[in-house]
């Protein structure tokens, strides 16, 4: 298992580079998407001025504070509280991320599933999750809210955070087909048999 600091926007070397069970800290940007960022993006064909090529987005719809525009809060944004929310809810959303806006990584909790996988191996991404209850410290590693866009849909607005130190996340699912999310699904059954083997359960 190895460790990572990768400045962002990053190669699809670098994220090939990636395995399962490898940690990684980010560095520079990270834009923050949800249900209805997506939802509007792709069911409804909206676009974003964002360039989203090679970056990393994390399911979010952070807890912000509106303010006059200034250097340390450019967007008239400040943040009070930025949690990562459940992924599999947006699994649809994996491969037009990638494919339409060349999207790298993907921030969230609990994984994702099978399209998904598919499309991290065809076009080169991974799934970094983040334990539950961890916002405090997660917004720590967000500097300012640089720029925002869809604001029309805020909290869940598209998000542009300047970042240092994000991390680390772990790599849960990487380009080659790999998941500790199997892993930990296949400990759980081996070890549901022990037990109802020695309760005599099935024998």
């Known amino acids: 298992m190895a460790e990572q600091t990768i400045h962002m926007p990053c190669t699809e070397e670098q994220v090939r580079d990636l395995k399962a069970g ?3 800290i980010l560095e520079d940007w990270l834009y923050g998407i949800r249900d209805a960022t997506q939802i509007h993006m792709f069911d409804h064909g909206r676009t974003t001025r964002f360039d989203l090529n090679g970056h990393a987005v994390i399911h979010t719809a952070p807890n912000v504070k509106k303010v006059p525009p200034s250097n340390s809060c450019p967007a008239g944004y400040e943040s009070i509280c930025v949690g990562t929310t459940t992924s599999q809810r947006m699994e649809r959303f994996t ?3 990638m494919a339409q806006y060349g999207v790298r990584m993907i921030i969230g909790k609990g994984g994702l599933g099978e ?3 598919a499309a991290f191996r065809e076009f080169g991404g991974v799934y970094l ?4 209850g961890t916002a405090a410290l997660e917004t720590t590693w967000i500097e300012q809210i640089t720029d925002v866009d869809l604001d029309d849909l805020n909290p869940e607005s598209l998000w542009e955070f300047k970042i240092r130190g994000f991390g680390p996340l772990l790599v849960a699912m990487d380009s080659h087909g790999g998941s500790l999310y199997d892993s930990v699904k296949q ?4 070890r549901r048999a022990e037990v109802l083997a020695g309760m005599g359960v099935g024998a």
Do not use: F
């Open 129 to 132: 999750a983040i334990i539950g």
């Open 22 to 24: 490898d940690t990684v």
């Open 187 to 190: 400990t759980a059954q081996d």
């Open 95 to 97: 491969r037009p991320l």
């Open 115 to 117: 399209e998904s996988r």
